[in-house]
């Protein structure tokens, strides 16, 4: 079973940029899609952006100008950088992965395996 870390969390202020990575334990054909949710406290989790083997994407609206994915395959590593964070991007930020998908989804369902976590707090 691939298991999944998240690290690059931290505390920024509004502005600011930060990565996140997560890395793998190993290769597993479950890793077609990766992608990187998000919870806030009280709200639902929301997908944030994704990424298939081939470098697709596809963004969360709120996201779209200002975060990129991106995935180092040959080290089953994804990232997420971040720029210009604003409070309402404070939240856990889980990364996922998923079987073969034609086109990029941030559905969450299409995820099987997650990591545990990494919190970001943006302060005004």
């Known amino acids: 079973q691939v298991q999944l870390v998240e690290s690059g969390g931290g505390s920024v202020q509004a502005g600011g940029s930060l990565t996140l990575s997560c890395a793998a334990s190993e290769y597993s054909y479950n890793m077609y899609c990766m992608g990187w949710f998000r919870q806030a406290p009280g709200k639902e989790r929301e997908g944030v952006a994704t990424?298939?083997?081939?470098?697709?994407?596809e963004y969360a609206g709120t996201v779209k100008d200002r975060f990129r994915i991106s995935r180092d395959n040959a080290n089953d590593v994804l990232y997420l950088q971040m720029n210009n964070l604003q409070p309402d991007d404070s939240a856990m930020y889980y990364c996922?992965?998923?079987?073969?998908?034609?086109?990029?989804?941030?559905?969450?369902?299409?995820?099987?395996?997650w990591g545990p976590g990494a919190q970001v707090t943006v302060s005004a």
């Open positions: 990424i298939d083997w081939h470098g697709a994407t």
């Open positions: 996922a992965t998923g079987p073969w998908r034609a086109k990029p989804t941030l559905r969450e369902s299409h995820y099987d395996t």
